[in-house]
Structures are given as structure tokens and as C-alpha cells.
């Protein structure tokens, strides 16, 4: 039983950091109806910032402030110079446009800072905390640490979007664009803080991911990973994020170790993406997504 | 039901002016050179068969459309090309044909969002002080709330707008478009697919907002039944083109009117 909770726990915890990165997704398609591809390439960009940042310039924090600053400016620039004159096209062109956009982010980053793997130290060691070993739970303290970075940011996200004036305008814009404008809410305003938000969502999945797998190109294809969790969880719902994260990670861990021995094991790979069929096979906009029903 | 006063019309600068408005959409003329007005205080309906263009001339007054060529003044400030939030912050409110609610969010919630323009602390004061967010949020809470009892909706309060029926959503809407205390209240069509008690609440409405919280309103109908009751004035619109201007004594018995709405009168 304990083995089963200890595989339980570090799948929750991984399920955390994915929840991280769809976190971002579930921002911009909230606002703007954009399903943002190049979400991949701004976590790998952030990474990429920071860590160079505080190796050649600055103390790690003051890396974090930077970056997160230039994230904004990046974030808000892609919103202002690449989508807005795309502004009521078919979302596939959307879509096609942020797909670029993942491409020249990614060279972007190399460009500037090269292309070597760099290891990120946040100072907290990824082994299990002694305490914990007593009990016999392997968790990684990296893992729990990671896991309350995410609880905090969703507690500020939820609160700013259910408590305040700019993100009921928010829910308001993903409701409806026309209604929005008429009672006096600036869309272009409110797209802006959206992207914002996507990009410090972004630098922290970035530092997160980072630390565990190295800064390096592959960082931007946690996207990959970040589909199966908005499939289940929904693309329009921040709940869905954090609770389709949480299972994916939770189910692939569980899949790996007690039905992957059966086939000869590396299940864990392609599980989330077999789990992600299922679900568009029966409920197609997600666990908690908005259920659009077109009338014929 | 028709309780105008005649004497409520005030006799200073028309709260609206439309200029020799025109709007083409491709080949259509929708707008054909129509001129009109709106004084402060009254009831004024917007009427003609489909297609007339009446809906299109609501978008242009909210600032959706921008007319070419064409003017509008708003309070004698010319206003042609603003854009659609710069429009509600002048104090124009409206509510749409096929209702535009937010429909994710609460009955209160949608009633809130309709007094953005009015709520002054921002991001970081609400984010960071929570003390002046919070007593700003009171307050305008409580005229939320007074609205809610108004429009007789306590009881919905907190239904998600989407799941509530066809006409509690308009009365939703109308709620919306009064929390923002505008000067000008637009409505398109807020009576169009409702039976005949619904429509006399919406008109019980309509009257009170401009009775007691002395709202200009503008609204577009389709059909002239209760529109006539209410209405100080109305204005008729066909293809494009006004074809009749005032009391609906008048319009009643004008011969374009007459002729535009039922055809081949007479020949």
C-alpha cells in the first residue's frame, strides 16, 4: 500500500507540472479563443532567459524580475504585432500564426543566448525529506515544492479572476466580445494582461521544468504533454487544468509501474495520449470545458 | 398603459443627433441618408418591417458600425468614429437582438460587469489593497443588488445567465445595460419572442427606468403593437430610408407608414 500511495504521490506531483504549462493554454483561450502552440516556445524562452541571465549578469531573483518583465513585453508584443490584425479570422489561422510564432521564439532564445543545456539550481535538493523516508514515502522535496509554487499561482489566478474589477472583465471578454465592448470594457486592454499573464505562468513552468530537465530546446515540447491534460480537463476552464493535470500525471505513473510490466513497460510515454483519445471519444470538451451544443 | 406625460420632454439640445447617416455593408446600402434625433428624457421607438435597417442604425449609435458618410453627436460632442467601449463611458448603454449575456457567469455577476465603467480602483489597488477594492465593491454591490429587487430577479441571483429562460435573460440584459446608470439605453428588439405578459413586464420596465431613473431610451422594434403605447415619439425606417417622424398619433395615420407595413393599400 505504501508503494501504491508513493506511486500515487509522485504521479500527482509530476501531474502538477503539467498543469503548469496548460495552465498557460487555458489563459489565452479563455480571453481570446487562440489556441496558443507557441506557449511551448515562451516556457522555453523564459527558461532560457533567466537561466542565462543569472549566470552572466545577476543573482538568480533579480534574473526572475527581469525576465518576468521582458516575458510581459515578449507576450504582450506577440499579442499586439502578430495577432490582433488577425483579429475575427478563423481560428485555424490563429492557430497557424502561433505556430510560427513557437518557431521564432525558439530561434529567438538560441539566437541570443546559444545553444549549450544549462542546468537551473534553485537551491532545493531533489531527494526525499528524511522526515518523510521515516514514513516510508519516497517524495521528492523538489516535487512538493514545485506542487505548492503551482497551488499558490492558482490560488492568486482564482482570486484575481472571481474578486476583481479586471478579471471579471476578463470572464466577461471570454463570454463575449460584443457584450464586453458595450458596457465599456477595452478589449485590446484586456487581451494585453491576458498574454501577460500567460507569460509569467510561463517563466514559472519554465524555471520548474527546467530544474528538472535541463534549459534545452526539447524544454518547448512539454506542449506535447500539455495537450492530453486539456483534452480531459477542458480548454476554457482553469479547474480543468489543474484536475487533468493532476490525473494525467497520476495515471501514467500508475500505468507505467502496474500495467506496463505486462507489456514490457515504457507505457508511460504514450498513456496520457490514449487516456486523451478516450476522452474525445466520450466527451470531447473535456471535464469541466464548456459543452457547445449546435442546434440543427 | 400609456402614461406619458407630454410635458417631460425637456426643451434643451437633443441628446443625439444622426446626421445624413449612410452605411454600406458590400453592395447593400443598409443606411440611406437618414437624419434623426433623440431628446433628453423620452421614450423614442425605432420601427420598420425586416430589413429596414434599424438594427444597423442601434450598432452605429453604440459605435459598432461608424457611418460613411455621416455624423453622430452625442450631447453635441461630435462622436462618429469612436470606438465601442469609448461609446458606454459617454453613457450609452444597450442590450442586443439575440440577447448577449455572459453566459458563464452568475445573474450578479453579469449585473456587475455592467458597472465596470464606474468601478475606479484597478488591478493592483484591488490586487494589493484589498481595504479600498473591497469598500468600492460594497457599494456598488449595493446598487447591483437594488437593481436585482427592481427588476424583480432576487430569486436568480446566482444562476449561471445560460441555463436561466429566454426572458429572464432579456430582463438580465436590461439589467446589465441600466447598471451602468447611462444617459441613453439602446434596446433591440427587447421584446421580440416573448408572449404578450412577458412583453408587458419588459414595457413596465422600460416605462419605470424612464420614469423614475429618467433614462433616455431608444428602442427598435419589429412589430408596432406595444411600442405604440410606450413610445413618445417614433421614428420609421424603410429600406434604408426614413418614411415617418413623430407622435404615434401621427404614424398611425400616416399613408407611407401605412403603405410600407401592409403594401399595396388603396390601389
Known amino acids: 500500500m505504501a508503494f501504491f500511495m508513493e506511486v500515487l ?14 495552465l498557460g493554454f487555458v489563459m489565452i483561450y479563455k480571453a481570446s479563443g487562440v489556441f496558443n502552440f507557441a506557449q511551448g516556445a515562451m516556457v522555453l524562452f523564459a527558461a532560457l532567459t533567466c537561466v542565462c541571465l543569472s549566470e552572466r549578469f545577476m543573482p538568480f531573483w533579480a534574473a526572475c524580475l527581469v ?22 479570422r478563423p481560428p485555424i489561422i490563429l492557430f497557424m500564426a502561433t505556430i510560427g510564432l513557437a518557431f521564432f521564439l525558439e530561434g529567438l532564445g538560441q539566437a541570443i543566448w546559444g545553444t549549450e543545456v544549462h542546468g537551473i539550481n534553485i537551491g ?47 470572464r466577461a471578454v471570454s463570454d463575449d466580445h460584443e457584450a464586453a465592448l458595450s458596457v465599456g470594457i477595452p478589449l485590446r486592454w484586456i487581451w494585453g494582461v491576458t498574454w501577460g499573464i500567460a507569460g509569467l505562468i510561463a517563466l514559472v513552468a519554465g524555471i520548474m521544468w527546467g530544474t528538472r530537465l535541463g534549459v534545452q530546446y526539447s524544454l518547448s515540447l512539454i506542449v506535447l504533454k500539455a495537450l492530453p491534460v486539456l483534452i480531459l480537463g477542458g480548454l476554457d476552464s482553469i479547474t480543468g487544468a489543474i484536475i487533468g493535470g493532476l490525473i494525467i500525471g497520476a495515471s501514467e505513473k500508475l ?5 506496463g510490466s505486462l507489456v514490457g513497460g515504457g507505457i508511460e510515454n504514450f498513456f496520457p495520449y490514449l487516456l486523451g483519445v478516450l476522452f474525445l471519444w466520450f466527451r470531447p470538451y473535456g471535464l469541466f470545458g464548456r459543452e457547445i451544443i449546435e442546434r440543427v | 398603459m400609456a402614461e406619458q406625460e407630454t410635458g417631460r420632454r425637456s426643451d434643451g439640445p437633443p441628446l443625439l443627433e444622426a446626421h445624413n447617416v449612410h452605411m454600406m455593408f458590400g453592395g447593400l446600402m443598409a443606411l440611406h441618408g437618414v437624419s434623426l434625433h433623440i431628446n433628453k428624457g423620452e421614450i423614442l421607438a425605432i420601427i420598420g418591417p425586416n430589413g429596414a435597417g434599424k438594427t444597423t442604425l442601434i450598432n452605429i449609435f453604440s459605435g459598432v458600425y461608424h457611418p460613411n458618410p455621416g455624423r453622430i453627436l452625442f450631447e453635441g460632442v461630435d462622436r462618429t468614429t469612436m470606438p465601442p467601449h469609448h461609446v458606454a463611458a459617454l453613457g450609452i448603454a444597450r442590450t442586443f437582438q439575440n440577447v448577449a449575456l455572459f453566459k458563464g457567469m452568475s445573474v450578479l455577476d453579469n449585473i456587475m460587469v455592467g458597472r465596470h465603467l464606474h468601478m475606479k480602483s484597478g488591478f493592483f489597488s484591488q490586487g494589493l489593497y484589498w481595504g479600498l477594492g473591497q469598500k468600492e465593491e460594497i457599494k456598488h454591490r449595493e446598487y447591483v443588488e437594488w437593481i436585482i429587487d427592481w427588476l424583480e430577479i432576487e430569486h436568480i441571483r446566482k444562476t449561471p445567465a445560460g441555463m ?45 427606468a424612464n420614469e423614475e431613473l429618467g433614462t433616455t431610451i431608444c428602442l427598435v422594434e419589429h412589430d408596432m403593437g406595444v411600442v405604440m403605447d410606450i413610445s413618445d415619439r417614433v421614428v420609421v425606417l424603410d429600406y434604408g430610408q426614413k418614411i415617418g417622424d413623430g407622435t404615434p398619433e401621427e404614424i398611425r395615420n400616416d399613408d407611407r407608414v401605412i403603405k410600407a407595413y401592409l403594401g399595396s393599400v388603396g390601389r
Open chain 1, 124 to 170: 532545493i535538493p531533489d531527494n526525499p525529506l528524511p522526515w518523510l523516508i521515516q514514513r516510508g514515502l519516497m517524495v521528492s522535496q523538489f516535487d512538493l515544492v514545485a506542487a505548492l509554487i503551482a497551488g499558490v499561482l492558482v490560488a492568486v489566478l482564482v482570486f484575481f479572476f472571481q474578486k476583481t474589477r479586471t478579471g471579471r472583465a476578463l
Open chain 1, 9 to 22: 504521490i509522485s504521479g500527482l506531483l509530476a501531474g502538477v507540472m503539467y498543469s503548469l504549462v496548460a
Open chain 2, 164 to 208: 436561466l429562460p429566454y426572458g429572464l435573460q432579456k430582463r438580465v440584459e436590461l439589467g446589465r445595460a441600466l447598471a451602468a446608470e447611462p444617459k441613453l439605453l439602446l434596446l433591440d428588439e427587447p421584446m421580440a419572442g416573448m408572449n404578450l405578459e412577458e412583453k408587458e413586464d419588459i414595457a413596465r420596465f422600460v416605462l419605470d
Open chain 1, 67 to 88: 525576465t518576468l518583465a521582458a516575458m510581459v513585453l515578449v507576450a504582450t508584443g506577440i499579442e499586439g504585432i502578430v495577432l490582433r490584425p488577425l483579429v475575427a
Open chain 1, 255 to 259: 500505468a507505467e509501474v502496474y500495467l
